[in-house]
Nanobody
Framework: QVQLVESGGGSVQAGGSLRLSCAASGYTYSYSTYCMGWFRQAPGNEREKVAHIERYGNTFYADSAKGRFTISRDNADNTLYLQMNSLKPEDTAMYYC????????????????WGQGTMVTVSS
């Protein structure tokens, strides 16, 4: 089992920045091989993927995140990051970290492990 704990959420004004972190614990022996993703869910909306990063560092970004967000990982510390710049009110959502040991699911939303989420609120 892998436990994921997100942090770094908060309230910012439009145009501001936040850096989310996701610390993995438990069975992290194979953490470096996992595909790691950030998802978000706004009230009344379905959960959507923001970005993911594969074991070899390849990244994917949703159109809404391209050019503003950067996903990265530190395998030595079993930590995932999401640097969010130029935040917009429409970025307001609960942000979740997720992991899958199966690379076949990397481009899907079917991740095995999920955190509890960290709230991001962007005011205009």
């Amino acid at each position: 089992q892998v436990q994921l704990v997100e942090s770094g959420g908060g309230s910012v004004q439009a145009g501001g920045s936040l850096r989310l972190s996701c610390a993995a614990s438990g069975y992290t022996y194979s953490y470096s091989t996992y595909c790691m993703g950030w998802f978000r869910q706004a009230p009344g909306n379905e959960r959507e993927k923001v970005a993911h990063i594969e074991r070899y560092g390849n990244t994917f970004y949703a159109d809404s995140a391209k050019g503003r967000f950067t996903i990265s990982r530190d395998n030595a510390d079993n930590t995932l990051y999401l640097q969010m710049n130029s935040l917009k009110p429409e970025d307001t959502a609960m942000y979740y970290c997720a992991a899958t040991p199966n690379s076949a699911y990397c481009y899907t939303n079917q991740y095995t492990y999920w955190g509890q989420g960290t709230m991001v609120t962007v005011s205009s």
